[in-house]
Every structure is written in structure tokens, then in C-alpha cells.
């Protein structure tokens, strides 16, 4: 059961070390990298484990260069997964065509249709088999783990909490696709992924999963640029009024005069840190 | 007089705006970007002023998405300025062939051999040309600047500050060039700019320039990764003797574990903000 990781980098950051590896995953049936930055408290003992996932278009690096989360991490002694946005190189016609279908652009669902459906699972990656690695080679503690993301990436780590009753402690998400069916860039992707029937659409959207969700306490913390591009895509409020009604503590914060990028994620990213440790430790 | 600044980029960041402009260069005969982040101070009153030198290859972008900077800006009331690494698009045969020549390697030197004199002379453009449409466009204290810069840059900034004495308040460096003529990758562009006289390539060089220093106190800051894949092309410790000859406080940190790139700058900006902080409040 053993997964073979292989080392891809390894740059010293914040006294601990920011890591990249690659792997075979058996769950997408392609390679695949994930980012991991070990703080220095990780070489006398375990720790608790945060996983970022990333937006459209991105890879596990855009997090690592720009979002400055490494000083945090350091500080709070948190291991951070940072992981890819899509399975690559699957040779599925049209997987790189469009910036929204396909490669970098899983949705962080389970596909159900052809020919999408062999290697497009990013939903059981990151809630199975990525975790089963990390615990297999790194000093965390398991039952010690929150997930977090940006724009896609928030969408994702609201599903796989929302899906999960009890599996993280606490999630957040800068600028979050809150209403997965009513995002347009999501769509197509959507309609190829899982078919055209809504209610199948709408197993994978967090504004519909948070008025079901019926599971211990769950705590979510959303920020939200006012300037962001894609706001009008992105239904913050409407996914809070859903979780209200579920009693799932939120706070969204509206952030006057920020956009929907990483000027924005950095700006804010101590925050987020500083709420997941309140869980986490 | 007044140069025509164009605005490219805007985005809000710790409070602030971290925005990118182009303008046409006099000096360089043509058009140029330099990034700048205003500070929240900046929009009640007059601000110190920071200038950044990037490395080889890199452009404007690398240092305001990597280092983690706009934060210590933001808290100590700083205008952060971030130059290009040399002239563009000037069609000088071979300017983009090599990543150590042309294109991203000017070195901040002024160029005096034919075809590269007429538009290498990035040294005057820091140095003059650029700190006057920052004047004439931002609200900063000119007479409270400071400069640092990474490998090429920090090189440049070591340049700067000791051939303009009184000019700057502080300089710092992460990894400098700081024996130009004996760095490697330095060589082939030192040749083709300056010529092959070694006198008139040591007007560039710091170390040749901090033995003859004669002005009033300067103060260096210059942290250096023990794994630094260039160190055998750096010679800080020959830099810090010179200065010592010439009663130029320096201050020369050896980074256990730290390799030449972004996570090494990062992990020790707040620092260098600390450091010019003394020299520019």
C-alpha cells in the first residue's frame, strides 16, 4: 500500500522547508505533484496538517511562490499540503483547450461521465488517497487536519467538509465559488464532468450541501475581495443564509477594495492561519 | 520635463495599492515598467522610499509576487519601488540570446562599447532618470531613501550606494554579486559592455569601490544562504573585509540551510525592512 514519493525540490523557508513531490496516484490514474512545507517543529514531532486547494488554472506552485503562508505556517508549527488543481496529461480530447474544462480545472468533483470519469476524481484524491500519503511519510497528526482553498480551490475545501461531517476542523476560503451551478465559468465543465441533470450538479455545491448538512459543529470563515472580478459568480451571501439555516458558524468578511488574486490571498492569509489554529491546536 | 506614466496594474494589498507602470526612458531610449506599492501612509502624506534591484532574468514582477514585501511596507509606512532588470526590445543583435547578456542581465552598469552603450546605462537610469519621475509622480521624501536588491540587484544596489555617497540611507542585499569581475556568469556581459580592461570593469565592482570609499557613514546589511548554489560566485567575505578597510559598517548574516532564491529572500525581508526602518523613520 505503500505510495513511492519522489522529492522534486526542497527550498529552506522560514527555518523549515518548502518541499515538492511527485507520485502515481491510483485513484486518477496519472502522475501527480502536491506541495508540502514542513515547519521546524516537524523535526521533533508531529503536527497538525492544513490543506490549500488552489483555483482555475493553477498548479501546486502558485500557492507556495506568492500566497506567503510559509512565515505562518512556521510560526503556528502547521504542516501545509498544497495540492495540484487537476489530474495532467491524460490524453482525454480537449483536456487543454479551454482554461475552465480539464486540465487545472477538475472542479474537485467525482466525474461520472465518459471520458472524463477514469481520471477526473480529484474529489477522492484529496479526501483519501493524497491524506493516506501524507500520513504515510509525514510526522502529522491525523486526526489534527483543516482544509482551506481560493476561488475553485474554496469551493473544493467547502465540499470536502460539507461531504465529510467531522474529517476537518475547521475550513476556510478566500473568494469561494459558494453555488457551484451558478458559476458560469464552471458550467461547461460541470455539464462534461457529471452530465446535464441539475440534481446530479448538485451533489457538488456548497449551498446546496450546507442547507442537508447535518453533522457536528463545523466552522467556516470566508473572505471575499469587493472588487473581485468574479463576484457575480461567486454568491458568498446566499451560501451564508444556507448555512445559517443549518447552524454552520460562518463569518464572511467583504473586503473593501481587494480583487480576487494573490495580492488579495497574502493580504489576509495570517488571518486564516490564526483561525485554524484555534482549532487545530 | 514631466514623464507620461501609464498605469498597467492596480491591486489592493495590505491596505495599500501595489501597482505597475510603464513610461518611456530617455536615458535607455525605450519604454520601460517599474512596480511600485504605496503604502496606506502614502495617501494622507509624504513617505521614505525603498528601491529594489532584481536578479538576473527576472523583470519587475518577481520580487512584488514573491518576496512578501507589500506587509512590511505597509507596517512601516514605506513606498517600495521595483525596477526592471535591464532595457527592452531595443533589437541590439543577440540582446536575447543568452540569460546572462541583454535581456535581464544589465547589470546596472553604464555600458560603453558599441552596440550596447547607446541603450545599457541602467546604472544612470536607477540612479537618476527613474528616482525623478518617482518624485514627480508619488508622494515620498526624497531626501529618504534607502536601496537593496537580490544577486544582479544586490550587486546594483551595493553599486549605487557607493558611488553615489550620501545618496542613500541604508543599503542592503540578499546573495550579491560583490566581486563582479570574478563572478562567472557576470563575465561575457562585463566584456561586451565595458570592454576588456579590467580597470574599467572595476569602476562596477563593489568590492574595488568599498576600498576607495571616502564619503560619509554608509551602513550595509547583506544576508547570504549557506546553500547557495552561486556562492562560489558571490564573495561576500572579501566584500565585508574591504568594507572594514574602509570603516564602512556592514553587516554580513551566513544562512545556515538557505539556497539563492525567493524562499531564502522572504524568509528574512521583515528583517531588512527592521534594518532600513532605523536608518529612514
Redesign the interface.
Known sequence: MASMITQESC?????GY?KVFSHYSSVLECRMKFAIYLPPQAEDGKCPLLYYLSGLTCTEQNFI??A?A??FASQHGFIVVAADTSPRGCNIPGEDEKWNVGTGASLYVDATQEPWCKHYRMYSYIVSELPAIIEQNFPVLPDRSSIFGHSMGGHGALLCALLNPGKYKSVSAFAPVCNSVKCAPFQEALRLYLGSDVHEQNKWNATELAKKYDGPPLNILIDQ?M?DEFLQDLHPEEFTRACAESRISVVLNMRE???H????I??FIEHHFEYHAKFLK
Chains 1, 2 share one sequence.
Open positions: 527550498n529552506k523557508s522560514f527555518g518548502q511562490q506568492k506567503g510559509q512565515r475581495g472588487e477594495g481587494y480583487d488574486g494573490y495580492y488579495f497574502s493580504s
